[in-house]
Structure formats: structure tokens, C-alpha cells
């Protein structure tokens, strides 16, 4: 059972214009997210996150915002660069647990074409 | 310097074959984990530590164990190695109390 759901598996977008990843979640005890960046041959990298408390976190050109009622969250790049071109997994977490666990999706591809 | 490193970080191996992966950090976290990524896949989690004399089975532990031998150090072992196990595997670390995760640049395991 998947409970973080990234159903575009791919994203192609034009330099300078916005990208939007979307991650949907099954789990209504999940309360912090995070998003993370993977480049071939590198490890993922934390980009930014948010927490339940919140309905946007911004990070210079990325946004993240958070609808609870509808357990979705989006990943906004604005604009988007060549550099952008990575996968990108949404992660989340249940942090009343106790292993501090994190769920991952199953990625989505974006290229940002010049 | 990367504060996460991880070897080896490619390596062929056969069925039936004792297999270990090391990962090392320098950036003090107590916390550290081992992930498994296949094609198509996200992260899946199969040991954690959360300091040196605490040990947890992940979402998918079976055919694999570890062992933290110092806060910056925790290795994962493949007993027999058999082919559904070929995958890419990451290690990470988390300070305390926090939730981001920081990742080694991954291990790329065949087993053939």
C-alpha cells in the first residue's frame, strides 16, 4: 500500500517558465514533508519541506505548498533552469512516531529543456 | 570534503557471495539509516541506528544486517547475496529530533 503517491512519473517544461510536482499521501498521520533532488550518480538532497501548521513554505524560487484536507502537496520551481533537470521525491513523515521514518514517493523525472 | 561517503561504490558480485557496504560521516549525527532504491521505485528503508547501541529493522530487512561500530560509522551486510537484491543503496544520517535526512552518494550493488 503506497502511502506517498507522486503519479506523474515524468515532467518536461520549458527554460524560465514553472514547474509544478505534484504528491498526494494516503496517511492522515503524516505531518511534516519534504521534498529532495537526485541528479545521476549523487545521492538525493533535501530541498525544502513543510509542516502541517503551514499551507506554503518558500525557499527562493522554490515553494512548497500543503492542502491538508485534500492530502496533496505541490513542489512550485519558478522559473525553472536547465540545473532543475533531476528527479524529485516527496517525502513524509509521522513525527508522533517514534522512528522518525521517512515514506518516500516514487519520484518524478523533470527536465527543463533551453 | 562530503560529509556522507559511502563504499564501495560500485561492485559486481555473485549469488551465494558475503557482500559488505560501509558508510562513514563527518557531519555528528547520532542517527543513521540504509536505504535500497530499485528502478521505478522510491526509498525504501532496511536498517536504522539511532545511536551506537540501538539497531531497528526497516520496511525491508530480511536477507540484510548491520552493524554501527562507532556514531560515524554503520555497515551493511549481505550474508548470501541473491539477485532481487541488486539495487541502489544509500546511506543516511539525521541529527536528532530533526527530519531531514542527508544521503551518501550511493552504492550501486549487481548481484549476478
Known amino acids: 500500500d503506497q502511502q506517498v503517491k507522486q503519479n506523474s512519473p515524468s515532467l518536461s517544461v520549458q527554460e524560465g517558465r514553472i514547474s509544478i510536482l505534484n504528491c498526494d499521501y494516503t496517511?492522515?498521520?503524516?505531518?511534516?514533508f519534504l521534498w529532495y533532488k537526485k541528479y545521476p550518480a549523487e545521492g538525493p538532497t533535501f530541498l525544502i519541506s513543510?509542516?502541517?501548521?503551514?499551507d506554503k513554505n518558500e525557499d527562493g524560487r522554490f515553494t512548497v505548498f500543503l492542502n491538508k484536507s485534500a492530502k496533496h502537496l505541490s513542489l512550485h520551481i519558478v522559473p525553472s533552469q536547465p540545473g532543475d533537470s533531476a528527479v524529485y521525491f516527496c517525502?513524509?513523515?509521522?513525527?508522533?512516531?517514534?522512528?522518525?521514518?521517512?515514506?518516500f514517493g516514487k519520484g518524478t523525472l523533470l527536465t527543463v529543456n533551453p | 570534503d562530503a560529509d556522507v561517503t559511502q563504499t564501495p561504490r560500485n561492485r559486481i558480485t555473485k549469488t551465494g557471495k558475503r557482500i559488505m557496504l560501509e558508510c562513514s560521516q563527518t557531519?555528528?549525527?547520532?542517527?543513521m539509516y540504509w536505504y535500497r532504491q530499485d528502478p521505478g521505485l522510491g526509498l525504501r528503508l532496511i536498517y536504522y541506528?539511532?545511536?551506537?547501541?540501538?539497531?531497528n529493522k526497516g520496511e525491508i530487512s530480511d536477507g540484510y544486517s548491520v552493524s554501527r561500530q562507532a556514531q560515524a560509522k554503520f555497515s551493511l551486510s549481505l550474508e548470501s547475496a541473491i539477485p532481487n537484491q541488486t539495487a541502489l543503496y544509500f546511506c543516511?544520517?539525521?541529527?536528532?529530533?530533526?527530519?531531514?535526512?542527508?544521503f551518501g552518494p550511493g552504492t550501486r550493488l549487481t548481484v549476478t
Open positions: 543516511a544520517t539525521s541529527a536528532t529530533d530533526t527530519y531531514e535526512q542527508y
Open positions: 541506528s539511532f545511536d551506537v547501541k540501538d539497531i
Open positions: 557531519k555528528g549525527h547520532d542517527r
Open positions: 496517511n492522515s498521520m503524516f505531518d511534516y
Open positions: 517525502a513524509a513523515i509521522d513525527s508522533g512516531g517514534s522512528n522518525y521514518k521517512l515514506t
Open positions: 513543510i509542516s502541517s501548521i503551514k
